[in-house]
Nanobody, 114 residues
Framework: VRLVESGGGLVRPGGSLRLSCAASGFTFSRSSMCWVRQAPGKGLEWVSTIFTGGGSPLYAASVKGRFTISRDNAENRLYLQMNGLKPEDTALYYC????????RGQGTQVTVSS
């Protein structure tokens, strides 16, 4: 299993970023996928899950209405569109195969600051 995140950066409050995750080494189209994050000095926090066979994605209350998870099974890619970013969204964001983040990539840093 290989998960490689990209798209992080420094953004001002209210700004947007789109994270991407390239997946390989497993059947991506048959796998539910997640985004998790880790803020400085804190544990892993589940952010969102997207399923394989349709159905609505799930979001943490802290990001619902601002973040949108999506996937491209033809390209084996997972995305996270983040709008209305807040300083408390600052974290290392991981693409993961499970909500607890046991199987995850190396992460991409998102910093929200003015």
């Amino acid at each position: 299993v290989r998960l490689v995140e990209s798209g992080g950066g420094l953004v001002r409050p209210g700004g947007s970023l789109r994270l991407s995750c390239a997946a390989s080494g497993f059947t991506f189209s048959r796998s539910s996928m997640c985004w998790v994050r880790q803020a400085p000095g804190k544990g892993l926090e589940w952010v969102s899950t997207i399923f394989t066979g349709g159905g609505s994605p799930l979001y943490a209350a802290s990001v619902k209405g601002r973040f949108t998870i999506s996937r491209d099974n033809a390209e084996n890619r997972l995305y996270l569109q983040m709008n209305g970013l807040k300083p408390e969204d600052t974290a290392l964001y991981y693409c993961a195969k499970d909500p607890a983040g046991f199987v995850r990539g190396q992460g991409t840093q998102v910093t929200v600051s003015s």
